[in-house]
């Protein structure tokens, strides 16, 4: 999924830098109203997680695998700024010290990920939530649908920057097609993954989750005549 | 020969969309041997590319233009060369990365990258993420060795529901790590900003900055050089 150096042309790699440099920035203010001074530490540990998740193979077939992108996980979990914040770092660490992913499509690479996938992944997630009944149980659902649009969405948009600045002339239809299924199939992947991980976090810590809020129920505490007795 | 992570990215970033790709191989073998790198590491470490690997073994039957025979194959001249040009970018650019990733302390990259004037809110994240990878990672391992012992073989789809299970403790667990981080710097007199954290390794000196524009410009030249001889 990562996109090397020399696939796109400098022009357009440069284009999506800029592209992410901006959302970046934008995503800097905008994680100050989600996270408190919190920030550093919590969010540190986000990235961590999920690089450590990128890491974990889910079989499919004839021992092919794939992995979880996470983008729209990240921004169920932990609100759309902060999860853009974590995957930008995350995608630094890989590019830099994994060579995962080219340092020259670095931007690409955050544009798509951590700006399309996020981004994404958290409109259809809100949208679906507004149509499905306001329910707890709705969350992992509405995940699962923001999980499996925001997957082909970067690959489309992959697609896309690869027609205006791609190295090579391949038509443009060709990789939107070969991308999109291939993507809409890891889609699905992302998807059931997403609603099982989200209903997982749910069950144990419902006010972890920030597609939750407003959703969970904070019961005040009781102290009981007699237990202690 | 510890050039520090901000140098060698100045390095890295130039040295990616050259022409005369044997040349460039030849000064990274250069920088490599002078860092005194095993040349196995770098080769593991090319693993990473297979995927694009084949993409680019599949472009020269997608691709439009001249078609030439091969081997009994049809394939696009155009395609044909994408794909030499395309792996063998990606190539030095992986391999450039490996060589700053061998060469470079994980804090000094941290450094590096404050040097580079990111977002300080994102400094502290990546240098949070830094160091707590690899306790995240191990979490991980043993959560996975957890499941082998209880006679869990992932092979299959079925497998996914327990699979995304963990990845929803694992969630839990590095947020609740992160939670009791942040609450032990609290009681160490944290106030919101890292101090002295990441200020610890030392900025390249003079000759490094000399080895690194002399790299750069000798990859500029080469590039000069090809773009004029073309």
Same mark, same amino acid.
């Given at each position: 999924m990562h996109v090397p150096d020399g696939f796109l042309n400098l022009p357009t790699s440069a284009a999506t830098a800029a592209i992410a440099a901006v959302g970046v920035g934008l995503a800097v203010r905008g994680a100050r109203r989600e996270l408190n001074e919190r920030a550093a530490p919590l969010a540190g540990l986000v990235a961590a997680f999920i690089f450590a998740t990128q890491m974990l193979n889910f079989p499919v077939a004839a021992g092919t695998s794939g992995h979880l992108?996470?983008?729209?996980?990240?921004?169920?979990?932990?609100?759309?700024?902060?999860?853009?914040?974590?995957?930008?770092?995350?995608?630094?660490?890989?590019?830099?010290?994994?060579?995962?992913?080219?340092?020259?499509?670095?931007?690409?690479?955050?544009?798509?990920?951590?700006?399309?996938?996020?981004?994404?992944?958290?409109?259809?997630?809100?949208?679906?939530?507004?149509?499905?009944p306001k329910k707890l149980a709705s969350i992992p659902v509405a995940g699962a649908i923001g999980g499996l649009l925001s997957v082909p969405a970067?690959?489309?948009?992959?697609?896309?920057?690869f027609a205006v600045g791609g190295t090579v002339p391949v038509p443009a239809e060709t990789v939107a097609i070969a991308m999109g299924s291939v993507h809409l199939v890891i889609g699905i992947g992302e998807a059931l993954i997403t609603a099982a991980a989200i209903s997982a976090v749910l069950a144990v810590r419902p006010d972890l989750v920030y597609g939750a809020r407003g959703l969970t129920v904070t019961k005040p505490l009781q102290i009981k005549e007699g237990v202690l007795a | 020969m510890a050039l520090i992570g901000f140098v060698c990215a100045v390095v890295a970033t130039p040295s990616l969309t050259m022409w005369p790709f044997v040349v460039q191989l030849l000064?990274?073998?250069?920088?490599?041997?002078?860092?005194?790198?095993?040349?196995?590491?770098?080769?593991?470490?090319?693993?990473?590319?297979?995927?694009?690997?084949?993409?680019?073994?599949?472009?020269?039957?997608?691709?439009?233009?001249?078609?030439?025979?091969?081997?009994?194959?049809?394939?696009?001249?155009? $395609?044909?060369? /994408?794909? +030499?040009?395309?792996? @063998?970018?990606?190539?030095?650019?992986?391999?450039?990365?490996?060589? *700053? %990733?061998?060469?470079?302390?994980?804090?000094?990259?941290?450094?590096?990258?404050?040097?580079?004037?990111?977002?300080?809110?994102?400094?502290?994240?990546?240098?949070?993420?830094?160091?707590?990878?690899?306790?995240?990672?191990?979490?991980?391992?043993?959560?996975?060795?957890?499941?082998?012992?209880?006679?869990?073989?992932?092979?299959?789809?079925?497998?996914?529901?327990?699979?995304? $299970?963990?990845? /929803?403790? +694992?969630?839990?667990? @590095?947020?609740?790590?992160?939670?009791?981080?942040?609450?032990?710097? *609290? %009681?160490?007199?944290?106030?919101?900003?890292?101090?002295?954290?990441?200020?610890?390794?030392?900025?390249?000196?003079?000759?490094?900055?000399?080895?690194?524009?002399?790299?750069?410009?000798?990859?500029?030249?080469i590039t000069s050089l090809s773009w004029g001889l073309a």
């Open positions: 992108l996470g983008g729209a996980l990240a921004a169920i979990l932990v609100g759309p700024w902060t999860a853009t914040l974590c995957l930008t770092v995350v995608l630094i660490v890989q590019g830099f010290l994994f060579a995962d992913g080219g340092i020259t499509a670095l931007g690409t690479n955050i544009t798509l990920m951590a700006l399309v996938g996020v981004w994404v992944g958290w409109g259809v997630f809100r949208l679906a939530t507004k149509v499905l970067a690959a489309l948009t992959f697609a896309a920057l | 000064v990274l073998a250069v920088v490599a041997g002078l860092a005194r790198l095993h040349p196995g590491r770098l080769l593991r470490g090319l693993a990473i590319e297979v995927p694009f690997v084949a993409f680019a073994f599949a472009m020269p039957f997608l691709a439009t233009g001249d078609r030439i025979t091969v081997a009994g194959l049809s394939v696009s001249v155009a $395609g044909l060369w /994408g794909a +030499g040009t395309l792996l @063998a970018k990606s190539t030095l650019g992986v391999l450039a990365a490996l060589i *700053l %990733a061998a060469t470079t302390q994980r804090a000094e990259f941290v450094a590096g990258m404050q040097r580079l004037r990111l977002p300080s809110v994102l400094v502290e994240i990546l240098s949070f993420m830094v160091r707590y990878l690899d306790v995240i990672a191990e979490q991980w391992h043993r959560m996975a060795i957890a499941r082998t012992s209880r006679g869990f073989q992932a092979r299959n789809p079925t497998s996914w529901s327990a699979l995304s $299970g963990a990845v /929803g403790t +694992g969630f839990i667990r @590095a947020f609740e790590r992160g939670e009791r981080v942040h609450l032990a710097m *609290l %009681a160490r007199g944290y106030s919101g900003a890292l101090p002295e954290a990441i200020g610890a390794a030392r900025a390249a000196r003079p000759v490094e900055w000399g080895w690194a524009v002399l790299l750069v410009a000798t990859s500029l030249t």
